[in-house]
């Protein structure tokens, strides 16, 4: 129970702060920057996720 709350808020504290700079009004260089550094963040949280909640 506690990993699964623990991962929760982890996950949406990734996916608020994500949120509020995709709603910044950014270039579009900047957005496309942005695009690319947070997919592979997201893809290392999802990654950590399954692993916690595989054991």
Not at 21 to 33: A, E, G, L
Not at 38 to 49: A, D, E, I, K, R
Request: glycine fraction near 10%; charge should be positive.
């Amino acid at each position: 129970m506690k990993l699964s709350f623990i991962g929760g808020v982890i996950a949406g504290a990734i996916v608020g702060s994500a949120l509020t700079m995709v709603m910044d009004p950014i270039t579009d260089r900047q957005r496309r920057k942005l695009h690319k550094g947070t997919q592979s963040v997201f893809q290392t949280m999802g990654t950590v996720l399954d692993a916690m909640m595989s054991k």
